[in-house]
Protein backbone atom coordinates (compact mmCIF):
# COMPACT_ATOMS: atom_id res chain seq x y z
CA UNK A 1 0.00 0.00 0.00
CA UNK A 2 1.54 3.11 -1.61
CA UNK A 3 0.95 6.52 1.47
CA UNK A 4 -1.44 8.47 -1.49
CA UNK A 5 -4.17 10.42 -0.49
CA UNK A 6 -6.99 7.93 -1.37
CA UNK A 7 -5.97 5.84 0.65
CA UNK A 8 -5.84 7.81 4.07
CA UNK A 9 -9.48 6.39 5.19
CA UNK A 10 -7.94 2.91 4.95
CA UNK A 11 -4.81 4.44 7.23
CA UNK A 12 -7.07 6.21 9.34
CA UNK A 13 -8.99 2.64 10.45
CA UNK A 14 -5.55 0.82 10.45
CA UNK A 15 -4.82 3.37 12.81
CA UNK A 16 -7.93 3.47 14.81
CA UNK A 17 -7.44 -0.78 15.19
CA UNK A 18 -3.54 -0.73 16.14
CA UNK A 19 -4.64 1.96 19.12
CA UNK A 20 -7.10 -0.59 20.15
CA UNK A 21 -4.88 -3.24 20.12
CA UNK A 22 -2.76 -2.31 22.20
CA UNK A 23 -4.67 0.01 24.57
CA UNK A 24 -4.09 3.27 23.65
CA UNK A 25 -6.27 6.61 23.55
CA UNK A 26 -8.57 6.24 20.23
CA UNK A 27 -9.26 10.03 19.56
CA UNK A 28 -12.48 10.30 17.24
CA UNK A 29 -11.62 10.06 13.76
CA UNK A 30 -13.74 10.21 11.06
CA UNK A 31 -12.44 7.02 9.09
CA UNK A 32 -14.23 7.71 5.56
CA UNK A 33 -12.38 11.94 5.19
CA UNK A 34 -9.86 12.04 2.99
CA UNK A 35 -8.15 14.72 5.15
CA UNK A 36 -5.61 13.66 7.66
CA UNK A 37 -6.97 15.60 10.30
CA UNK A 38 -6.76 17.17 14.07
CA UNK A 39 -7.55 13.54 15.72
CA UNK A 40 -6.00 11.43 13.06
CA UNK A 41 -2.11 13.54 14.09
CA UNK A 42 -2.73 13.00 17.72
CA UNK A 43 -3.31 8.90 16.75
CA UNK A 44 -0.44 8.70 14.51
CA UNK A 45 1.91 10.57 17.61
CA UNK A 46 0.35 7.75 20.00
CA UNK A 47 1.22 5.12 17.78
CA UNK A 48 4.45 5.47 16.18
CA UNK A 49 5.38 6.22 20.03
CA UNK A 50 5.00 3.31 20.80
CA UNK A 51 5.74 1.52 18.10
CA UNK A 52 9.45 3.06 18.52
CA UNK A 53 9.04 2.49 22.28
CA UNK A 54 8.63 -1.75 21.39
CA UNK A 55 11.65 -1.91 18.87
CA UNK A 56 10.29 -0.87 15.48
CA UNK A 57 12.53 1.83 13.28
CA UNK A 58 9.78 4.25 12.82
CA UNK A 59 10.13 8.18 13.49
CA UNK A 60 7.84 9.25 15.66
CA UNK A 61 5.55 11.72 13.93
CA UNK A 62 2.12 13.28 13.21
CA UNK A 63 2.52 13.26 9.36
CA UNK A 64 0.95 10.64 6.95
CA UNK A 65 3.94 9.18 5.36
CA UNK A 66 5.22 5.90 3.76
CA UNK A 67 7.16 4.75 6.94
CA UNK A 68 3.44 4.93 9.12
CA UNK A 69 1.55 3.25 6.12
CA UNK A 70 4.44 0.36 5.85
CA UNK A 71 4.33 0.10 9.36
CA UNK A 72 0.43 -0.32 9.63
CA UNK A 73 0.19 -2.65 6.61
CA UNK A 74 3.08 -5.21 5.73
CA UNK A 75 3.81 -4.44 1.99
CA UNK A 76 2.94 -6.62 -0.56
CA UNK A 77 5.91 -8.76 -2.60
CA UNK A 78 4.53 -6.80 -5.88
CA UNK A 79 5.12 -3.13 -4.06
CA UNK A 80 8.37 -4.30 -2.55
CA UNK A 81 9.93 -5.25 -5.57
CA UNK A 82 8.17 -2.20 -7.73
CA UNK A 83 10.03 0.29 -5.10
CA UNK A 84 13.26 -1.76 -5.03
CA UNK A 85 13.52 -1.17 -8.74
CA UNK A 86 12.85 2.20 -8.89
CA UNK A 87 16.16 2.87 -6.64
CA UNK A 88 18.19 0.74 -9.25
CA UNK A 89 16.78 3.53 -12.25
CA UNK A 90 19.95 5.03 -13.43
CA UNK A 91 22.44 2.26 -12.40
CA UNK A 92 24.94 1.45 -14.97
CA UNK A 93 27.91 -0.93 -15.75
CA UNK A 94 31.58 0.10 -15.45
CA UNK A 95 32.85 -0.26 -17.52
CA UNK A 96 30.71 0.19 -20.38
CA UNK A 97 30.25 -3.16 -22.36
CA UNK A 98 31.80 -5.37 -19.69
CA UNK A 99 28.73 -6.67 -17.74
CA UNK A 100 30.58 -5.12 -14.73
CA UNK A 101 30.56 -2.67 -11.79
CA UNK A 102 30.10 -2.32 -8.49
CA UNK A 103 26.09 -2.50 -8.56
CA UNK A 104 25.88 -4.89 -11.38
CA UNK A 105 27.81 -7.22 -9.49
CA UNK A 106 25.06 -7.16 -6.62
CA UNK A 107 22.53 -8.10 -9.02
CA UNK A 108 24.99 -11.14 -10.05
CA UNK A 109 25.52 -12.26 -6.97
CA UNK A 110 22.13 -13.53 -6.84
CA UNK A 111 22.37 -15.50 -9.67
CA UNK A 112 26.09 -16.22 -9.63
CA UNK A 113 26.43 -15.10 -13.49
CA UNK A 114 29.74 -12.53 -13.02
CA UNK A 115 30.47 -10.53 -15.90
CA UNK A 116 27.35 -12.12 -17.66
CA UNK A 117 24.47 -10.38 -19.01
CA UNK A 118 22.46 -8.91 -16.00
CA UNK A 119 18.98 -8.27 -17.03
CA UNK A 120 17.84 -11.47 -15.37
CA UNK A 121 19.97 -10.83 -12.70
CA UNK A 122 18.39 -7.41 -11.91
CA UNK A 123 15.05 -9.64 -11.61
CA UNK A 124 16.45 -12.04 -9.45
CA UNK A 125 18.06 -9.72 -7.34
CA UNK A 126 13.95 -7.77 -6.72
CA UNK A 127 12.27 -10.50 -6.37
CA UNK A 128 15.02 -12.06 -3.86
CA UNK A 129 14.88 -8.75 -2.12
CA UNK A 130 11.06 -8.81 -1.76
CA UNK A 131 10.99 -12.21 -0.49
CA UNK A 132 11.08 -14.59 -3.06
CA UNK A 133 13.50 -17.51 -1.59
CA UNK A 134 16.44 -17.99 -3.96
CA UNK A 135 15.39 -21.92 -4.10
CA UNK A 136 12.23 -20.59 -6.21
CA UNK A 137 14.10 -19.03 -8.89
CA UNK A 138 14.87 -20.85 -12.04
CA UNK A 139 17.14 -23.40 -11.98
CA UNK A 140 19.24 -21.27 -14.47
CA UNK A 141 17.76 -18.00 -12.96
CA UNK A 142 20.75 -15.49 -15.18
CA UNK A 143 19.42 -17.59 -18.90
CA UNK A 144 16.09 -15.65 -19.66
CA UNK A 145 14.77 -18.95 -21.35
CA UNK A 146 15.03 -20.42 -18.32
CA UNK A 147 12.71 -17.87 -16.84
CA UNK A 148 10.33 -18.43 -19.92
CA UNK A 149 10.24 -22.26 -19.66
CA UNK A 150 10.27 -22.35 -16.12
CA UNK A 151 6.53 -23.73 -14.46
CA UNK A 152 6.73 -24.07 -11.16
CA UNK A 153 4.24 -23.28 -7.68
CA UNK A 154 6.03 -19.73 -7.54
CA UNK A 155 6.66 -18.93 -10.96
CA UNK A 156 3.85 -19.55 -13.54
CA UNK A 157 2.62 -18.45 -17.24
CA UNK A 158 0.06 -15.77 -17.97
CA UNK A 159 -1.70 -14.60 -20.90
CA UNK A 160 -0.24 -10.79 -22.61
CA UNK A 161 -4.33 -9.77 -21.91
CA UNK A 162 -3.72 -11.08 -18.18
CA UNK A 163 0.15 -9.42 -17.72
CA UNK A 164 -0.24 -6.95 -14.62
CA UNK A 165 2.58 -4.60 -12.56
CA UNK A 166 5.22 -6.82 -11.25
CA UNK A 167 4.84 -9.57 -14.14
CA UNK A 168 8.20 -10.42 -15.99
CA UNK A 169 8.44 -10.03 -19.39
CA UNK A 170 10.20 -12.39 -21.59
CA UNK A 171 11.21 -10.20 -24.46
CA UNK A 172 12.86 -10.21 -28.19
CA UNK A 173 12.85 -13.93 -28.44
CA UNK A 174 13.94 -14.93 -24.76
CA UNK A 175 16.82 -12.11 -25.56
CA UNK A 176 15.76 -10.16 -23.01
CA UNK A 177 13.91 -9.44 -19.41
CA UNK A 178 11.87 -6.43 -17.88
CA UNK A 179 9.31 -6.19 -15.37
CA UNK A 180 6.34 -4.41 -15.49
CA UNK A 181 5.70 -0.91 -13.71
CA UNK A 182 2.11 -0.10 -15.09
CA UNK A 183 -0.27 -1.64 -18.05
CA UNK A 184 -0.85 1.31 -20.21
CA UNK A 185 -3.29 -1.12 -23.01
CA UNK A 186 -3.93 -4.24 -21.46
CA UNK A 187 -2.64 -6.63 -23.41
CA UNK A 188 -0.50 -4.51 -25.83
CA UNK A 189 1.77 -1.84 -24.48
CA UNK A 190 3.34 -2.14 -20.95
CA UNK A 191 5.34 0.07 -18.98
CA UNK A 192 9.11 -1.52 -17.72
CA UNK A 193 11.97 -1.16 -15.18
CA UNK A 194 14.69 -3.33 -17.06
CA UNK A 195 18.63 -3.72 -16.62
CA UNK A 196 21.07 -3.98 -18.96
CA UNK A 197 19.14 -2.44 -21.31
CA UNK A 198 19.55 1.17 -23.26
CA UNK A 199 17.65 4.51 -22.45
CA UNK A 200 16.92 5.43 -25.84
CA UNK A 201 15.53 3.23 -29.01
CA UNK A 202 19.24 3.75 -30.63
CA UNK A 203 21.05 1.74 -28.07
CA UNK A 204 20.85 -2.03 -27.69
CA UNK A 205 17.57 -2.92 -26.00
CA UNK A 206 18.95 -6.24 -24.54
CA UNK A 207 22.50 -5.22 -24.32
CA UNK A 208 22.90 -1.29 -23.21
CA UNK A 209 24.20 -1.49 -19.86
CA UNK A 210 21.69 0.54 -17.68
CA UNK A 211 18.89 0.16 -15.74
CA UNK A 212 16.13 1.59 -17.22
CA UNK A 213 12.45 2.80 -17.63
CA UNK A 214 10.94 1.58 -20.80
CA UNK A 215 7.84 1.03 -23.05
CA UNK A 216 7.27 -2.47 -24.45
CA UNK A 217 4.94 -3.51 -26.67
CA UNK A 218 3.13 -6.99 -27.07
CA UNK A 219 4.93 -7.76 -30.50
CA UNK A 220 8.07 -8.09 -28.49
CA UNK A 221 6.99 -10.11 -25.55
CA UNK A 222 7.86 -14.36 -25.75
CA UNK A 223 6.22 -15.06 -22.61
CA UNK A 224 4.93 -13.56 -19.49
CA UNK A 225 5.66 -14.58 -16.04
CA UNK A 226 3.95 -14.05 -13.10
CA UNK A 227 5.67 -14.84 -9.60
CA UNK A 228 4.84 -14.95 -5.82
CA UNK A 229 6.50 -16.13 -3.04
Known sequence: MNATATNIPRAKAKLRDYLRAHGLDVPN?????????TAARKAAWRATGHMRSHGKAIAQST???QYLV???????FVERQQ??????????EHPAGSNDGDRVRDYQAVTGAYKQPWCASLV???????GLHRSQLPRLPAYVPAWASCA???IKSVS???ARRGD???LFGNGHIETITRVIVPGLIFATIGGNTAPDSGGSQSNGGMVCRKTRYARDVSAVKRVRP
Open 152 to 154: TAH
Open 63 to 65: HYT
Open 70 to 76: DALFLPT
Open 124 to 130: CFADVEA
Open 83 to 92: RILAREVGVC
Open 168 to 170: HLC
Open 160 to 162: KLA
Open 29 to 37: MTIASPIWG
